[in-house]
């Protein structure tokens, strides 16, 4: 009964597959009855093999997807393995027994440790398999079974090459499988003109056999370049045993970690103590991590390519960089520079390291078609490098950045994985753009061998500006505008006509002032502007959502008269009374750099206009102040920066510097001195920055204090 | 980010806020300061023992008899007091009813209370002991002390006013006090206690007067009552309770009281004069602060654009004596006396001021003005769904040093109203409304009932705002009348 209805189905298929065929091709007809003799002849032989899987030794599920031929959607669907895993399923693929305990099979580029067993059904019986070798020019795999007694119902390798040939093929559906004949296709070839190599089409998992049904050869790939080889049958195949394979991985595994280094970089902490936030590890973003764990790329010179994208006030902070080698040994490195439009940092380390070095791949691209590579995932798991290397077969392509071509692989985790050829040349790899050029922070383009070296190659390959600091001159990295921004709403959008403009105020900041000699003022950005958007080199506009427009507005007045209640344990908590300088729009800013020509899209008189600027450096403020730590009273003060003397309107002349500290306990807190109150003078010598502060404290012990909280004015000794 | 800081501010804060009792009229926002009680520096009341053993000799001195005696003198004095005051702290016009207390101090119908009892009121209406109820005036009123003057509108035909008498000296701790009022408008009540501290600093309002802390239980309604001792006289007029501090009250002294009812009756308000000294004592525990002498009084600061600055007075200049008279503030207990001595001067006339500076004695001479208004006037702007309130540089100092030259804030906000909606705050400062720049309440009002005419043709305008010194544009879109309900 089932094999009746298998029957029909496989009649039924195989005429629409003809129908089909017949209609693209001018290829000998396939009549009923030969299509009931091949099936007949070649339909016992076909078996199922049913891949099961496991996780990684890491606990995480292998992350690729199988791929198959659809018959009802005439396309391919993907199988994700992890999926695979959750539903205790295994993937089904079609082979075709080729000896009592033989089957070979189309290969999915597996590594062995992800395969938990491997099933052969083949008229209702299940025997377990093992990969007994591989046949790379063939993507086919053989499997041996383990079963002494098993006897499949194989196929003879007879056919006559010189007549008419078919294709029995075989395909799977959701576990059912299905078979057809359409003629032999092996003679339409297409040329790959970049390449110059001829292949030959045909479809997948097929018996090629003669009108008899006799088989000559199997197939499993798409394009075969074979040419006179391609009609070899399987004893002929080249062969690569499955411990051969596994060898050849370990090799390439080895010489992975022996080019490629955990690194740790450290930055000096940010300087920017605006407002003291408390945050936890894990709500740290990125730009506020001092510590940062990458991988290095050993160059064939001795120089090693770090993977870290750091903007210029970042870079400006670097203290150290220390390699891990592959015998755990920790080297320091030194920086050599940035790359001037990508991620990464180039590194000297201290002592020669014995790699070899990576090479880039300089060839053709388009010349790696249908060509093995090796899809490599390369982690820094707690100081060691893991490498897990899949092969693969480029068998597309794709635009990258630049209007290059690279490889377009399945399950090729872009972003992440880097990609070698063969003879272990770099391929591809992810870097990230410098700077800000789009919203969501990902920028990662895949760079292939030849852009890689065409940057190394370059006169200036680094960013002049990109470079570590020390001293003041760290300080002056954080970039700006010179403009305070409010946030839009639908009504003020409205109101200002530029609704349309602004998606209803959802995005765009009003510009409430604009500072003297700063970028936007000589840009000539006025008040009442609105500024939608901002673009650094062709990046994408990156635009100022209104939401994200932060006016770090506390929302209530400074609660200056119930100043004297706030319990002292919360000194360190009180936020500044005037909006941090250092807001949101800032930190992006500051990230491409000053220095940076950027391009604002800006309403102006209800006019849409671009305007281009060069991004200027912060004046100190606040956060980046010169403090002085006045230990012995137990207050630090730091100079009155702009925007200090903004909020209590200080003539540019006045004397005064601020306090940014009160410990708790401390004879300055039980004299009553808080944060934010300025210090007028000191034993009536006024004070106007933190080093006559310094030279009129040091060594004393009994001073007075004139201190201004906000409006009032009195007397803080210390007897 | 914003709203980490202002979650932050209120966890901060919510330490210091008292929980007030809505129309409750006794101020409770008061946090009391452990420190001890000083000592009374001199001892007024020689004369008072006699008058105590006088006292005992015609009545006993068991304690019933003595409070039922006292009470009973004063009693017919005390006056329940209703008024209906205007309140606009959340943006609407939303008039309260406060209760409170009074007593009658003359003959011809005046009665002392606090000024909070009758703050903005529209109308007052006074109940005596004899359920004889009338309106009253007010005579004078002052916000720095919290006294006011009232005067009944109709005086009772049938019987003479029993008219309470206002001690004019200092009591001491331990004394025996009363506390006459409405608690929780329950009339006719009189609580017990001692004087607890006679000479409190509380540093709230103008800082004219030191305060007796009593442990008679207070209760919102006392307000305004008075504080008799257990000869019956009037020893000051009951103020400020604390919530939570079980029985701790605060009373106005007499003395304090009497020092200014002239003026109240002849100004209308207490009329202080005003200098522009932040003033600071010599000593100062709290904070371990000590000057080195102990004479005179240290001048931390002054105002701008006040007098004193004018007159060229510098931080940590050390006034010995003004106008011959000499000066000193050894402790923070010392200041109110000081600064309601320099309050009392007659302003316009020059005041002599010996002053040592760096060890050198130097005489500066001022002129003292006029204090004036210790608070902005204020508008109800119902459609716009807030009230603006001038900004007073006694007031809302910090608002003031934004706005030297005057300006209108938010003074209250209708949370259901189109204010709230555009995003205004209270405290925020006015700067321009619909381009016009406004530094006056008259002119914010002709713009609104500009507005309020021409609401057919918008019903939406920009207001620029000051906030923490950054300005602010808000879109106000009023076409929804909120204030209809």
């Given at each position: 009964?089932k094999k009746?209805?298998?029957?029909i ?10 129908a ?5 091709n001018?290829s ?32 995480k ?27 205790k ?6 082979g ?14 597996l ?23 591989y046949y ?8 041996s ?7 499949l119902?194989?196929i ?5 090459k ?12 959701y576990?059912i499988?299905?078979a ?13 003109l970049?390449?110059?190599?001829r292949?030959?089409y ?5 018996v090629i056999?003669?009108?008899?049904g006799?088989a ?7 394009y ?17 045993s499955?411990?051969e ?12 970690i022996e080019n ?19 945050l936890?590890?894990?709500?740290m ?5 001092n ?18 994208k750091f903007s210029?006030e970042?870079?400006?902070?670097l203290?150290?960089?220390v ?5 755990g040994n920790?080297i320091?490195?030194e920086?050599v ?12 380390p ?6 070899k ?6 060839g053709k691209?388009a ?5 093995p590579?090796?899809?490599?995932a390369?982690r820094?798991?707690d ?15 794709q ?13 090729f ?21 410098q700077?800000m ?9 895949l ?20 470079i ?11 970039a ?5 921004l409010?946030?839009?709403?639908s009504?003020l959008?409205r109101?200002k006509?530029v ?20 970028p ?9 502007d609105?500024?939608l ?6 990046g994408?506009?990156?635009e ?8 770090n507005d ?7 008269k ?17 909006p941090n ?9 500051s990230r ?6 950027i391009?604002?899209?800006v309403?102006?008189d ?6 281009e600027?060069t991004?200027g450096a ?11 730590n ?8 730091a ?34 001195l ?5 210090i007028l ?12 502060l ?7 012990s ?10 009032v004015?009195?007397v803080?000794?210390?007897? | 980010?914003?709203w980490?800081l ?16 809505n ?23 020689t ?13 006993g001195s ?10 009973e ?9 209703r ?14 009813s406060?209760?409170?207390s009074?007593?009658?101090i ?9 000024y ?6 529209k ?12 309106e ?13 003057l009232l005067r009944?509108?109709?005086l ?5 006013l ?6 004019p ?10 506390a006459?009022g409405?608690?929780?408008?329950l009339?006719?009540?009189?609580s017990?206690?001692?004087i ?19 442990d008679a ?21 009951n103020t400020l309770g604390?919530?939570q501090?079980?029985?701790?009250g ?5 003395y304090v ?10 100004y ?11 003033l ?15 004479s ?31 000066i000193?503030?050894l402790?923070q207990?010392d200041?109110?006396?000081i600064?309601?001595k ?12 010996k ?13 003292p ?11 109800a ?5 807030f009230?603006?309130?001038?900004v ?20 209250g906000?209708?949370?259901?109203g189109n ?9 925020d400062?006015i700067l ?17 009932d ?13 207001i ?7 300005n ?8 929804t ?5």
């Amino acid at each position: 009964m089932k094999k009746f209805f298998f029957a029909i189905l496989m009649v039924f298929f195989s005429g629409f597959m003809a129908a089909e065929a017949a209609a693209a091709n001018d290829s000998a007809e396939v009549d009923q009855e030969l299509s009931e003799r091949l099936l007949k002849k070649n339909s016992p032989a076909v078996c199922q093999v049913d891949y099961y899987f496991r996780l990684d030794k890491y606990g995480k599920s292998p992350n690729f997807s199988i791929k198959y031929f659809c018959p009802n959607c005439n396309n391919y669907h993907y199988d994700r393995v992890s999926g695979v895993i959750e539903g205790k399923n295994a993937v089904s693929i079609p082979g075709f027994a080729v000896g009592d305990r033989k089957v070979i099979t189309t290969d999915l580029n597996l590594i062995p440790e992800w395969i938990e067993r491997i099933e052969v059904r083949q008229n209702g019986k299940v025997y377990p398999a093992v990969i007994q070798s591989y046949y790379p020019e063939r993507m086919a795999i053989a499997l041996s079974i383990n079963d002494p007694e098993a006897k499949l119902s194989k196929i003879e390798f007879n056919g006559k090459k010189d007549g008419k040939l078919y294709h029995f093929f075989v395909t799977d559906d959701y576990g059912i499988p299905f078979a057809g004949v359409v003629p032999y296709r092996g003679d339409h070839s297409v040329v790959n003109l970049a390449g110059n190599v001829r292949y030959h089409y045909s479809p997948e998992n097929t018996v090629i056999c003669d009108s008899d049904g006799n088989a000559v050869t199997l197939g499993f790939r798409r394009y075969l370049a074979l040419r006179d080889r391609r009609l070899d049958s399987p004893e002929k195949w080249k062969m690569i045993s499955a411990a051969e394979r596994d060898r050849t991985l370990e090799e390439k595994k080895k010489f992975i970690i022996e080019n490629f280094f955990p690194v740790s970089i450290v930055l000096s902490p940010p300087e920017n103590r605006g407002n003291r936030m408390m945050l936890r590890h894990s709500q740290m973003s990125e730009s506020d991590k001092n510590e940062f764990y990458a991988i290095g790329m050993l160059l064939p010179d001795g120089r090693v390519l770090v993977r870290a994208k750091f903007s210029p006030e970042q870079t400006g902070r670097l203290e150290n960089i220390v390699l891990t080698l592959p015998d755990g040994n920790r080297i320091a490195a030194e920086f050599v520079g940035s790359l001037k439009d990508w991620g990464a940092i180039v590194v000297m380390p201290e002592k020669k390291i014995s790699g070899k070095g990576i090479e880039f791949f300089r060839g053709k691209m388009a010349g790696m078609f249908e060509q093995p590579v090796n899809m490599t995932a390369i982690r820094n798991m707690d100081g060691k490098i893991d490498v897990t290397i899949r092969p693969g077969r480029v068998e597309k392509f794709q635009k990258s950045y630049g209007n290059r071509i690279v490889p377009l692989l399945e399950n090729f985790s872009t972003g992440k994985d880097l990609l070698f050829s063969n003879d272990m040349k770099l391929l591809l790899f992810p870097l990230s753009r410098q700077g800000m050029v789009n919203s969501y922070g990902n920028d990662t383009k895949l760079l292939d061998g030849g852009a890689l070296a065409d940057i190394f190659s370059s006169a200036s390959p680094f960013d002049p500006d990109n470079i570590p600091r020390k001293g003041k001159d760290r300080l002056a990295q954080s970039a700006w505008l010179g403009v305070e921004l409010q946030e839009l709403n639908s009504e003020l959008a409205r109101n200002k006509n530029v609704s349309a403009l602004t998606d209803d105020g959802e995005k765009g900041g009003l510009i409430t002032r604009v500072r003297e000699n700063s970028p936007a003022a000589s840009a000539g950005l006025k008040e009442g502007d609105i500024l939608l958007y901002y673009r650094y080199a062709n990046g994408q506009n990156i635009e100022l959502a209104s939401y994200e427009i932060d006016s770090n507005d506390l929302g209530m007045q400074f609660p200056w008269k119930e100043y004297d209640k706030i319990p002292e344990q919360y000194f360190e908590m009180i936020p500044t009374p005037w909006p941090n300088v250092m807001n949101s729009l800032n930190t992006q800013l500051s990230r491409i750099g000053v220095g940076k020509k950027i391009t604002l899209g800006v309403i102006s008189d209800g006019k849409f206009e671009e305007k281009e600027l060069t991004l200027g450096a912060m004046p100190l403020h606040f956060g980046t102040a010169e403090r002085y730590n006045a230990s012995d009273f137990g207050f630090s003060a730091a100079n009155a920066t702009f925007e200090v003397r903004e909020y209590f309107r200080m003539k540019p002349d006045d004397p005064g510097v601020i306090v940014s500290r009160v410990a708790p306990g401390s004879r300055a807190s039980v004299a009553g001195l808080r944060p934010y109150e300025i210090i007028l003078d000191v034993d009536g010598v006024a004070v106007r920055n933190v080093e006559e502060l310094k030279k009129l404290l040091s060594g004393k012990s009994k001073v007075s204090l004139t201190v201004r909280r906000m409006t009032v004015n009195r007397v803080v000794k210390f007897n | 980010m914003r709203w980490i800081l202002q979650l932050l501010l209120i966890t901060v804060l919510g330490y210091m806020f008292w929980l007030g009792w809505n129309g409750v009229p006794v101020q409770n926002k008061y946090q009391v300061r452990e420190e001890d009680c000083s000592e009374a520096t001199e001892d007024p009341a020689t004369a008072d023992d006699a008058a105590i053993e006088d006292f005992e000799g015609r009545y006993g001195s068991d304690i019933r008899r003595v409070v039922r005696r006292a009470g009973e003198k004063v009693f017919p004095s005390l006056v329940y007091i209703r008024s209906v005051c205007s309140n606009l702290e959340n943006g609407r016009d939303a008039a309260n009813s406060v209760s409170g207390s009074g007593v009658l101090i003359s003959g011809n119908g005046e009665i002392l209370t606090n000024y909070h009892v009758v703050d903005k009121a529209k109308s007052v209406r006074c109940m005596l002991y004899d359920s004889f109820a009338s309106e009253a005036e007010i005579v004078g009123a002052d916000k720095d002390l919290d006294i006011a003057l009232l005067r009944l509108k109709k005086l009772p035909e049938k019987h003479k006013l029993p008219v309470a008498e206002l001690y004019p000296e200092h009591v001491r701790e331990g004394d025996f006090v009363m506390a006459l009022g409405a608690p929780w408008g329950l009339t006719r009540s009189v609580s017990i206690g001692i004087i607890s501290c006679a000479r409190r600093y509380l540093p709230v309002n103008g800082n004219y007067n030191l305060w007796y802390q009593i442990d008679a239980s207070i209760s919102p309604g006392n307000s305004g009552g008075p504080l008799i001792d257990t000869s019956g006289r009037v020893v000051g007029i009951n103020t400020l309770g604390v919530m939570q501090g079980g029985t701790i009250g605060f009373t106005i002294p007499s003395y304090v009281i009497i020092e200014v009812l002239d003026r109240l009756r002849k100004y209308g308000r207490a009329n202080w004069t005003w200098c522009g000294f932040q003033l600071q004592p010599l000593r100062d525990f709290d904070t371990d602060t000590y000057f080195d002498g102990d004479s005179g009084v240290i001048v931390s600061g002054t105002d701008p654009e006040s007098p004193a600055r004018k007159g060229g007075f510098l931080p940590k200049d050390r006034i010995v004596e003004c106008n011959g008279v000499k000066i000193t503030a050894l402790n923070q207990e010392d200041l109110p006396d000081i600064k309601r001595k320099l309050g009392l001067l007659e302003f316009g006339k020059k005041a002599d001021f010996k002053v040592i500076r760096n060890g050198k004695e130097i005489s500066i001479s001022i002129v003292p003005v006029e204090k004036g208004r210790v608070e902005g006037g204020e508008l109800a702007l119902p459609r716009w769904g807030f009230s603006a309130k001038s900004v007073n540089r006694f007031d809302n100092p910090d608002l003031f040093f934004y706005a030297p030259e005057g300006g209108v804030f938010v003074f209250g906000i209708d949370y259901f109203g189109n204010a709230v909606r555009a995003g205004m705050e209270k405290n925020d400062l006015i700067l321009s409304i619909g381009g016009e720049k406004v530094k006056k309440l008259e002119e914010v009002k002709k713009i609104y009932d500009r507005a309020i005419k021409n609401l057919n043709k918008s019903t939406r305008i920009e207001i620029v705002v000051s906030r923490n010194g950054r300005n602010n544009t808000l879109v106000l879109n009023y076409s929804t009348d909120y204030s209809k309900e």
